[in-house]
C-alpha cells in the first residue's frame, strides 16, 4: 500500500488536492500585481520575499465559476517548487487550504480515459467524514478531487513558448 502526502484545498465549495512534493509553502494573500496583456489565467505578479512570484487562478484554467462567498483577502497562494515551474516561481490562488493529509492507494478512485487528461485529474479521493452526506452504502465520505497541478503547468509554460 502506497501513501501519498497531499495538500486540501478549497476552490468555490468544492475541494481540491495536489502532491505535497509541489508545494514550497503556503502563504497568505498580498496584493497582486497585474501584468499587461498576460493571459487570462494569470492574475498577475507578487513580491515573496524579494522574490518575484507569478500568481496563476485555477478558476481561470479549470473553467470553474469564480471565487466563493469568501473575501479575497481570506484566500491563500499555495507556493510551488520552482522545479514544477521549469525553475521560476509560481503561485496559485486558492479559497482556502484545510489540511496536508495522508492518503492511501486504496482511498483513490482513478479516473481513466479522455477525460482524465483534458480536466487535469489523477483521481478522485474518498475520505471518511462523519459530516459528509451519506451515501447508498451508508458510508459518509468526503469527496476530494486530486489535481494534476504538474500537467496544468506543463501545458501553461507550453502555450506561453507557442
Do not use: C
Given at each position: 500500500m502506497?501513501?501519498?502526502?497531499i495538500?486540501?484545498?478549497?476552490?468555490?465549495?468544492?475541494?481540491?488536492?495536489?502532491?505535497?512534493?509541489?508545494?514550497?509553502?503556503?502563504?497568505?494573500?498580498?496584493?497582486?500585481?497585474p501584468?499587461?496583456?498576460?493571459?487570462?489565467?494569470?492574475a498577475?505578479?507578487?513580491?515573496?520575499?524579494?522574490?518575484?512570484?507569478n500568481?496563476?487562478?485555477?478558476?481561470?484554467?479549470?473553467?470553474?465559476p469564480?471565487?466563493s462567498?469568501?473575501?479575497?483577502?481570506d484566500?491563500?497562494?499555495?507556493v510551488?517548487?520552482?522545479?514544477?515551474?521549469?525553475?521560476?516561481?509560481t503561485?496559485?490562488?486558492?479559497?482556502?487550504?484545510h489540511?496536508?493529509?495522508?492518503i492511501?492507494?486504496?482511498?483513490?478512485?482513478?479516473m481513466k480515459?479522455?477525460?482524465?487528461?483534458?480536466?487535469?485529474?489523477?483521481?478522485?479521493?474518498?475520505?471518511?467524514?462523519k459530516?459528509?452526506?451519506?451515501?447508498?452504502?451508508?458510508?459518509?465520505?468526503?469527496?476530494?478531487?486530486?489535481l494534476?497541478?504538474?500537467?496544468?503547468?506543463?501545458?501553461?509554460?507550453?502555450?506561453?513558448?507557442?
Amino acid at each position: 500500500m502506497t501513501v501519498i502526502d497531499i495538500v486540501e484545498f478549497e476552490i468555490g465549495s468544492e475541494r481540491y488536492a495536489l502532491d505535497i512534493t509541489l508545494t514550497r509553502e503556503i502563504v497568505e494573500m498580498v496584493p497582486i500585481t497585474p501584468v499587461p496583456r498576460a493571459p487570462a489565467h494569470i492574475a498577475g505578479i507578487i513580491n515573496l520575499r524579494g522574490e518575484i512570484t507569478n500568481i496563476i487562478n485555477l478558476n481561470k484554467i479549470l473553467d470553474l465559476p469564480e471565487t466563493s462567498n469568501k473575501n479575497i483577502e481570506d484566500q491563500k497562494i499555495i507556493v510551488l517548487v520552482p522545479e514544477a515551474a521549469e525553475g521560476s516561481n509560481t503561485g496559485i490562488i486558492v479559497d482556502d487550504v484545510h489540511a496536508v493529509l495522508q492518503i492511501t492507494d486504496d482511498e483513490i478512485d482513478s479516473m481513466k480515459g479522455p477525460l482524465s487528461n483534458e480536466a487535469y485529474v489523477k483521481g478522485v479521493i474518498k475520505i471518511d467524514d462523519k459530516e459528509a452526506t451519506e451515501t447508498e452504502t451508508g458510508e459518509k465520505k468526503r469527496l476530494i478531487v486530486w489535481l494534476d497541478v504538474g500537467q496544468v503547468l506543463i501545458d501553461i509554460l507550453a502555450s506561453t513558448k507557442a
